[in-house]
């Protein structure tokens, strides 16, 4: 028959072994978090003061334990220190400053200590298992996972992922999607996040890359990078549109990625409930990839305002709705695929914006040009719509439209460049009512219609422009897509986020140079280095000598 202490010995290595090997972590955590628990317990017996280790060896189980004490010349903590003589009986040798242990006898646990000890080794376990599953994780954003469904908690799906558990918040699902506890379900790992009640793994099926990854599952080719997907945008449960390129010219990305008789795609449609999906394939040439992305809607004509990041669609009138899409869908989707804001427009409502700008360019040139109807138009028709083109262009190409000569220009030129003078002196006026200090008016790059802009938004000292950010001066408005109610012509919406300056097309080195520039007095006192005053002559000589050099 086993002696008690062989027993225990062996119950203590079975309880370490199965605990490590259930909860997947190192046996030494466990064998760390019982020597813990002892040496909680063994100071409540002996007294909190004590300095006490216990050392468990993971291959016997032999247990030792003892107190840490240091040997000083005379002892103030008895429960801390002993005096040398003391610590001769204790370590032969021993010398003032050292540590020694005193070995004390195993503790026999009480049902309270037993029970604080188990809530030791259960805590230093769940922190160990909670940091195995961190680390299991957090380099596996991006990769798609399959797990059970746990439970459904307002909403979220708890999904149980073996060894962790993930989260599908509610905006992250496909609506309408029923989650059925026990069922099997694929998602994506958006993030890992490290929290107190363990790793946060937050999971999404409405992501476009959860999308993509299903197609990579799907397309050999994909996996195999010979057909990339360029781009993708999901409605998610409704509509997704794909932009897709091969890097094989022998390869259709088109149909590689639908399959035979749609196999592939369509298996990845029944994943996403039924998503119907647009495979478009794409295209350096951004009107070409905007025609595709439209699809199935026929384009007549597509203009692009690259410093807006804008897109101006045209379409046929039968093609609007098509176009357009159910609620604003097609387009919203297509201006996500080519990361610009579309507007969809007739060829009847772009008739009559071209229209409008006409007239409304050619009546600017009449007025301030002072000339006829007739000659302000023709401007237009020749590309000039603003009063310093007309003023800063070449000579020669100004006199090179027909019916005009030399002297038109010239005389063209000159009434350009005294209008705009007049514009420049209405805002300098405007500029000083509103209060804005003249030495902003020297800043590089700023207009004085800039200058008015910027006293309406309350910037008027140096102070007030040097305390901005280069974003909040030049930073252009960002644009949001539209939500029911707005204009169904378009797909987005302004708002106002942009930087003060944000509509003059400022760059980001000139706004740089406007905001060092209106710095710059902050460092004058630093720079200011008085020189010594000059020492006078001492005497006639010497002052009839200095004139003379």
Not at 55 to 73: A, I, S
Not at 391 to 412: K, M, N, S
Request: charged share 35%; with cysteine; net charge negative.
């Amino acid at each position: 028959m086993a002696s008690p202490i062989s027993a225990n010995k062996a119950e203590l290595l079975a309880i370490a072994n199965s605990v490590a090997s259930e909860k997947m972590i190192d046996k030494s955590i466990v064998i760390e978090a019982m020597e813990e628990a002892i040496q909680k317990s063994a100071r409540s017996r002996y007294g909190a003061e004590n300095d006490i280790r216990a050392k468990l060896d993971p291959m016997t189980g032999d247990l030792r334990l003892w107190r840490v004490v240091e040997v000083v010349e005379e002892v103030e903590d008895y429960f801390k220190q002993v005096d040398l003589k003391q610590a001769e009986k204790l370590q032969p040798g021993a010398a003032l400053g050292d540590f020694i242990v005193d070995p004390l006898p195993p503790v026999d646990l009480g049902r309270i200590d037993a029970q604080s000890a188990k809530q030791v080794i259960f805590q230093k376990v769940r922190d160990a298992e909670r940091e195995r599953q961190y680390e299991e994780f957090k380099d596996r954003a991006g990769e798609v996972i399959t797990g059970v469904i746990k439970s459904v908690e307002f909403g979220h799906v708890i999904v149980n992922l073996g060894r962790a558990e993930g989260v599908i918040r509610r905006d992250q699902q496909i609506p309408r999607e029923a989650a059925r506890v026990g069922e099997r379900i694929r998602a994506i790992i958006m993030k890992v996040e490290r929290n107190n009640r363990g790793p946060q793994i937050f999971l999404s099926r409405a992501h476009p890359d959860f999308m993509k990854k299903l197609f990579a599952q799907e397309v050999p080719e994909i996996y195999d990078g010979i057909i990339e997907i360029k781009a993708a945008a999901r409605d998610p449960g409704s509509r997704a549109k794909i932009g897709v390129i091969s890097h094989d010219s022998s390869i259709d990305p088109v149909g590689a990625c639908v399959g035979m008789k749609g196999s592939r795609v369509q298996a990845v449609v029944q994943e996403l409930q039924g998503e119907k999906i647009d495979i478009i394939p794409w295209s350096e040439d951004t009107a070409t990839f905007i025609v595709n992305a439209l699809q199935p809607a026929t384009v007549s004509r597509v203009v692009i305002d690259e410093d807006e990041s804008r897109i101006e669609v045209v379409v046929p009138d039968d093609q609007l709705s098509l176009a357009i899409g159910r609620r604003g869908q097609n387009v919203r989707l297509a201006s996500q695929l080519t990361a610009s804001q579309i507007d969809i427009m007739t060829e009847e409502e772009a008739s009559a914006k071209r229209q409008k700008e006409f007239a409304e360019r050619s009546r600017v040139f009449e007025e301030e040009l002072d000339v006829d109807e007739t000659l302000s138009q023709l401007l237009v028709a020749e590309g000039f719509a603003e009063l310093d083109e007309v003023a800063y262009v070449e000579l020669a190409e100004l006199a090179a439209i027909e019916g005009f000569d030399e002297d038109l220009a010239q005389e063209l030129q000159s009434r350009a460049l005294e209008a705009l003078e007049r514009q420049e002196e209405t805002y300098r006026t405007e500029r000083r009512e509103l209060g804005v200090e003249d030495a902003l008016s020297d800043m590089p790059h700023l207009s004085e219609q800039m200058l008015v802009v910027l006293g309406k938004a309350g910037i008027k000292t140096l102070d007030d422009l040097a305390d901005l950010a280069t974003d909040e001066l030049i930073a252009k408005k960002r644009e949001a897509p539209r939500r029911r109610g707005d204009n169904r012509r378009g797909n987005q919406r302004s708002e106002d986020r942009g930087g003060v300056l944000g509509s003059f097309g400022l760059t980001e080195e000139q706004g740089n140079e406007i905001i060092m520039a209106a710095r710059a007095h902050w460092f004058d006192d630093e720079d200011v280095v008085t020189a010594p005053a000059a020492a006078e002559p001492e005497t006639e000589e010497a002052a009839d000598a200095e004139s003379s050099q």
